[in-house]
């Protein structure tokens, strides 16, 4: 049940891109907890979100980046925030553009939304310095 039978071009792009921003273990742990209910779904935002939104050419990844964390934060989504965070290590956007993204969440969504992400992002960026310091420590 990890993907379609046949994945369309739409998908192998996809499931490329989610793979370049999320990480290898990230995707290959969804795509195995996937079961026939939730795999049309996981089809969907495989295509949709990160085979056409994601892959698109006028914004760089960082710049996806930024705006994916404003708007989930905007939206109270927190699991989503927290994976975004992490998922600056591969798109490029910095501690300091989570800061300004989140800044105009507070704007323009409330300062309690932007209070509550920034608690997830201090945490989940303390996770990311934490495995790099690991990573650091092993070689």
């Given amino acids: 049940m990890n993907q379609p039978a046949a994945p369309s071009e739409r998908y192998a792009k996809g499931m490329e891109t989610r793979r370049s921003v999320l990480g290898d273990a990230h995707v290959d742990r969804a795509s195995a907890q ?7 779904f996981q089809t969907l935002i495989t295509e949709s979100a990160w085979g056409t939104v994601w892959s698109g050419t006028q914004w760089t990844k960082r710049e996806r980046s930024i705006v994916t964390i404003a708007l ?3 939206l109270g989504q927190d699991d989503e925030v927290a994976m975004h965070v992490r998922a600056t290590a591969n798109t490029g956007a910095t501690e300091e553009d989570i800061r300004e993204a989140l800044m105009h969440v ?6 309690p939304a932007a ?12 996770e990311l310095r934490a495995n790099n310091s690991q990573e650091e420590n092993k070689g």
């Avoid at 996937?34 to 049309?40: G, I, L």
Wanted: charged share 10%; proline share 4%.
């Fill in 106 to 111: 507070a704007i323009y969504a409330g300062v």
């Fill in 34 to 40: 996937a079961t026939a209910f939730d795999q049309p």
């Fill in 72 to 74: 989930l934060a905007a």
């Fill in 115 to 126: 209070n509550h992400a920034f608690k997830i992002a201090k945490l989940a960026l303390a």
